[in-house]
């Protein structure tokens, strides 16, 4: 597979979410955790997985594996998650750094930094590749108006739910603030 070309700049007023969870500095050793997450638009829908298990939805997206550029990450997660091509990679909307307590003896904080970027897709779709984990909750992909996503998570966030959920949820708020200023169609 070809390595996808990461756009040169970055959307014109990214975003930059950093979210605390728990009792948790964001200072001193924190062992981090790339990932990058696609936003892609059809219209005024949103790509998104939907978990059946929490009733959530996020961007498609993961870690970036040993040896993988964004882009690379970017296609991989698209087609185990959602059975899309990726295209290309249009622009970087944001960030988000979310701190939590580390597991791990010699650290202060484990922290997931999340890299959203705008990509297309193309035409060719195939069957979803979930990983375990995303078989068990229930993982599938899915076209969502932006302020339904927004207004889903928001419920979601009224009980208990997976701590990815305020991250996307706070990302979706964004991009409506975006999509209501018109700046993004």
């Not at 959307?11 to 964001?26: E, M």
């Not at 970036?64 to 091509?85: S, V």
Request: charged share 25%.
């Amino acid at each position: 597979m070809k390595p996808v070309e990461l756009p040169e700049t970055a959307w014109s007023d990214p975003f930059d979410i950093r979210l605390l969870h728990g009792q948790t500095r964001g200072d001193g050793r924190v062992l981090e955790r790339t990932t990058v997450r696609a936003v892609v638009l059809r219209g005024d829908e949103l790509l998104m997985v939907h978990s059946r298990v929490n009733g959530d939805l996020m961007f498609p997206g993961g870690g970036i594996e040993a040896g993988e550029c964004h882009g690379t990450a970017l296609a991989r997660e698209l087609r185990e998650e959602c059975g899309a091509e990726l295209l290309a990679v249009d622009a970087l909307l944001g960030e988000t750094r979310e701190f939590r307590a580390a597991r791990e003896a010699h650290y202060d904080a484990y922290c997931i930094h999340s890299y959203y970027y705008l990509c297309r897709l193309g035409d060719a779709w195939s069957e979803p590749r979930p990983q375990p984990y995303e078989v068990r909750l229930g993982f599938t992909p899915g076209w969502f108006a932006l302020d339904e996503a927004l207004q889903t998570n928001k419920t979601q966030l009224a009980g208990p739910c997976p701590q990815w959920t305020v991250r996307e949820t706070r990302v979706l708020a964004e991009l409506q603030h975006w999509l209501d200023a018109g700046l993004l169609t």
